[in-house]
Nanobody
Framework: VQLVESGGGLVQAGGSLRLSCAAS????????MGWFRQGPGKEREFVAT????????YYADSVKGRFTISRDNAKNTVYLQMNSLKPEDTAVYYC????????????????WGQGTQVTVSS
C-alpha cells in the first residue's frame, strides 16, 4: 500500500482544513487507517483512527469534537476534517494503514505516507 497525503497548508486559528490520503493497492478497503502528527521537537502522536468499514472511529482527546475521520473505500481515500484549529495543532500530519483493528499505537500500522504540513497561526 502506498499512501499520499494532501490538503495541508497555513490557516489562522479557528479555521478549517481537510486532509486527504490517497491509497494505492488492493488492501486499502480491508485496512484500518489512522492519522498521526508530529510537531516540532515532539514525538509522533496519535490523532484519529477508523476501521476498515468506517463503522468504528476513535480520537485523541486533544482533537475530539473538532476533527472527523472518514473514508471512501470506493475512492481508496481517507480524510481528516479539521475544524476550530489551534496553534498547537501545528505539525506534520501522516496517514497510516494497518492490518488489525483500530489502534492508537504506531506499531499497529505498517504503511505510512510522507506527511503533509499543517501550520496554524495565532
Amino acid at each position: 500500500v502506498q499512501l499520499v497525503e494532501s490538503g495541508g497548508g497555513l490557516v489562522q486559528a479557528g479555521g478549517s482544513l481537510r486532509l486527504s490520503c490517497a491509497a494505492s493497492g488492493r488492501t486499502f478497503s480491508t485496512s484500518t487507517m489512522g492519522w498521526f502528527r508530529q510537531g516540532p521537537g515532539k514525538e509522533r502522536e496519535f490523532v484519529a483512527t477508523i476501521s476498515w468499514s468506517g463503522g468504528s472511529t476513535y480520537y485523541a482527546d486533544s482533537v475530539k469534537g473538532r476533527f472527523t475521520i472518514s473514508r471512501d473505500n470506493a475512492k481508496n481515500t481517507v480524510y481528516l476534517q479539521m475544524n476550530s484549529l489551534k496553534p498547537e495543532d501545528t505539525a506534520v500530519y501522516y496517514c497510516a494503514a494497518g492490518p488489525g483493528g483500530i489502534t492508537t499505537n504506531v506499531r499497529g500500522y505498517n504503511y505510512w505516507g510522507q506527511g503533509t504540513q499543517v501550520t496554524v497561526s495565532s
